[in-house]
């Protein structure tokens, strides 16, 4: 599955998704650069997606529900690498 397809921007929808057969990722409606990966096993991980000298870096944030949406700062994050 594509990310651009799975779209989240409550807690609900993240406690909505639930684990496949393969591991998949959903986005953040409303954040840029958010995602939720989703194992097989149900284990949901957040990483922050940014460029760095034109290259596409990942940054693994932790796990859901540890940090939920209320922690969520994209916009922090960003600037951490600006």
Known sequence: ????????STDR????LKAGDKRYTAKD???KGLFLDITTTGVKSWWYRYSLNVKQERLVIGRYPDLSLKYKMPD???QAFV
């Open 13 to 16: 929808e993240i406690k909505n």
């Open 1 to 8: 599955m594509q990310a651009e397809k799975i779209l989240f």
């Open 29 to 31: 409606a409303v954040a």
């Open 76 to 78: 922090e994050i960003h």
